[in-house]
């Protein structure tokens, strides 16, 4: 809203006002007003809300004086426009309480007591036109305030009119009190997403496929029954409202809570475990998808305020929060891959705690001391629970590593952490993070023993930097097993990575080294193989590209070659080995992309794992073929399908069998994986 009331008076102190009408609709511009003129455009918007009339003629006659009458009359035209706005307003928040103290009254023991999504859309878009209307009235403050002084200025001609101007001024005085109260009450950003997923599959093999996760599409029934896509179909969803405090002073908050039926805990159900998405940090391998109970979660809950630390600009974040640091040091792998939202897919672990931040010129560093397990939803789900530490091979004797429900096998459970992590720049053109974490746990591993574990130290250091359109990644972590202060397994736990990577604006090229030794066991995300998560006991490369054909088509590849690493490890049952140097395992993709109109996407995709491992004598084999469309339905709105191809194949290797416990040599069959994704 432009600051109507100073062009009205500026416009009558230059050009003179006559007979304005107090209530009137609005008119076009009088034809002796040029449209070049420096003042069209604020007489154009006065004479549209009715505060401006012209002559009986039809004239405006802008160079006559206004006298003291006709400057009486504009402001109390203007008055009464602001006071009609406040009365529209305020009948806007009597219908809204109404609504509300309706729904309150709605309330019941079961599911048919809440609002239906209709309600809850009428009231939230009533509520953003609210919003909007405070915002506009909130910029007449001082135009509120300028027309309490007019009115006593021209006090004795707006009497004569029949004006009472002791109620004119009392009603400015409230409409300027309330404009304060309102401004503080709508300090408040009003957000949120709500996903729909669909899952289903079906069986070409007698046995249900397996997607990239282990799991399975809707399994149902005896291990491993066959199942089509009607009947193995599961519906998920999920509301997020997150409230976020927008004063420009003091400190700020943030909070999003969470209603659905993903977050769940692993289940028995007709005999075989189901799950939902399960918790945003682990997977459930072997299990069927099922919806999950119905559960609300808080996210996030905190307070950020800022700080002086020798005269350096610092801050303070306590509450519930989200946190990472890097790959091989502390961050949450994305383990949905059927279902894309940003909160369960963004790395960062919830911990509820205390982040201090401080900045010492480009140098930022964070000191980090938080509760990590125990981050529960109502039903007692655990959020983003917190594994680390490893004690002897993924691969060893007759066993293959699968996806895993931690993103390490035989780890401790974290309750707690206190963290320090700096980060600083070299030069412009790149930087370095450094960062060491103490993760500790309530249970103690191989209690009575001279074994015993409670803790993990984690330490690593990350660096990238840039050469022109060169680009060079590395890093290294570990990983320290202990009993309070005192090291256990400290050998073999080791990770390092480096990586070269060159980029056009048409395309672009990588290539990376990772060696990862079988104790390492830091929380972190350093990749997939398959249905093998986070691999260990393995080094190799890993090389790809992707090409834009043009400005709706691109096209990317990869390939990752490992081997067995061939170390022995010491565990409290004595000397293991794992993968030898001979044995070798290679992942390949490749994936393209076509926008073929202006709101629609169509994506294929193809990835192929091979296994040699020495002794074996023939190649397990895991393949997955992906086409999908995505349909853009608003700036806040998508739906995407996908249809993916599965078949895996153990070649007659028993411990690569699809389903533990079973005969069964061969999965393969056809996903559906659908999403619905709402913003507001």
Not at 5 to 30: N, W
Not at 43 to 60: I, R, V
Not at 415 to 420: P, Q, S, T
């Amino acid at each position: 809203m432009k600051r109507t009331l100073k062009y009205a008076l500026s416009a009558a102190l230059c050009f003179g006002i006559v007979a304005p009408v107090l209530a009137q609709e609005g008119r076009p511009v009088p034809p002796d007003v040029a449209e070049t003129h420096w003042a069209y455009d604020a007489l154009k918007n006065l004479f549209e809300k009715g505060l401006l009339k012209g002559y009986p003629d039809g004239l405006f006659r802008g160079p006559r004086p206004a006298s003291r009458y006709e400057l009486a009359v504009a402001v109390h035209s203007v008055y009464q426009y602001l006071m009609g706005l406040h009365g529209a307003q305020q009948s806007q928040i009597d219908d809204l309480i109404a609504r509300v103290k309706k729904l309150e009254g709605q309330g019941g023991d079961d599911m048919s007591g809440f609002a239906t999504k209709a309600e809850l859309r009428a009231l939230q878009d009533q509520l953003n036109q609210l919003k909007n209307q405070v915002g506009d009235i909130a910029k007449w403050r001082g135009e509120i305030d300028t027309v309490k002084r007019m009115a006593t200025t021209f006090e004795r001609e707006l009497s004569r009119l029949g004006v009472d101007t002791e109620q004119m001024k009392k009603d400015l005085s409230g409409l300027a009190g309330r404009v304060t109260k309102l401004e503080e009450m709508m300090k408040v950003a009003i957000s949120g997403q709500i996903d729909f997923a669909l899952l289903s599959g079906e069986s070409q093999s007698g046995f249900m496929p397996i997607g990239v996760d282990g799991r399975m599409p809707g399994r149902v029934g005896t291990v491993p029954s066959a199942t089509g896509y009607i009947r193995s179909a599961v519906a998920f969803h999920e509301a997020a409202i997150t409230l976020k405090g927008v004063n420009e002073e003091g400190p700020k908050w943030t909070g999003t809570f969470v209603l659905g039926n993903m977050l769940s805990a692993p289940r028995v159900q007709s005999g075989v475990v189901v799950n939902g998405l399960g918790s945003q940090s682990g997977l459930t391998p072997g299990a069927g998808y099922r919806e999950g109970a119905g559960d609300v979660y808080i996210q996030d809950l905190n307070v950020t305020f800022d700080l002086s630390v020798l005269g350096n600009k610092s801050t303070a974040k306590v509450g519930r929060m989200g946190y990472k640091i890097s790959p091989l040091v502390f961050q949450r792998g994305d383990n949905t891959p059927y279902f894309s939202n940003e909160r369960w897919d963004n790395g960062d672990y919830t911990i509820t705690g205390t982040i201090l931040g401080f900045k010492f010129g480009g140098v930022n560093l964070d000191f980090v001391f938080g509760r990590t397990n125990d981050q529960l939803s109502t039903n007692g789900v655990e959020l983003t629970p917190i594994f680390a530490g490893q004690v002897g091979h993924a691969v060893a004797g007759a066993t293959r590593p699968r996806g895993y429900t931690r993103y390490n096998e035989g780890g401790l459970p974290i309750d707690r952490m206190i963290a320090a992590n700096v980060n600083f720049p070299l030069s412009d053109k790149g930087k370095v993070n450094l960062a060491y974490a103490i993760l500790t746990s309530n249970t103690v591993l191989y209690g009575g023993t001279n074994n015993m574990m409670n803790t993990v130290h984690v330490f690593g250091a990350d660096v990238d930097y840039k050469f022109g359109d060169l680009k060079f990644e590395g890093a290294y972590a570990k990983s320290v097993n202990a009993y309070n202060n005192t090291k256990k397994f400290d050998t073999q736990n080791q990770a390092y990575k480096a990586g070269l990577s060159y980029g056009k604006d048409k395309y672009g090229l990588y290539a990376n080294y990772m060696r990862i030794e079988p104790q390492f066991g830091a929380p972190g995300d350093w990749g997939r193989i398959g249905i093998w998560w986070n691999p260990t006991d393995v080094d190799g490369f890993t090389v790809g590209g992707n090409l834009k054909v043009s400005e709706d088509v691109s096209l990317d590849a990869s390939g990752t070659f490992l081997k067995g690493l061939g170390k022995a490890v010491n565990t409290p049952a004595g000397g293991t080995t794992g993968m030898p140097t001979n044995a070798k395992v290679s992942s390949l993709k490749a994936g393209a992309k076509w926008h073929f109109a202006p709101n629609w996407s169509l994506m294929a995709g193809v990835e192929r794992v091979e296994w040699n491992i020495t002794g074996l004598g023939v190649k397990p084999l895991e393949q997955w073929y992906n086409v999908g469309v995505g349909l853009r339905l608003s700036d806040s709105a998508k739906f995407s399908l996908m249809y993916q191809y599965s078949d895996y194949d153990s070649k007659g290797v028993g411990y690569f069998n699809p389903f533990a416990g079973s005969a069964a040599t061969r999965a393969k069959g056809g996903f559906i994986s659908s999403q619905l994704s709402a913003k507001f």
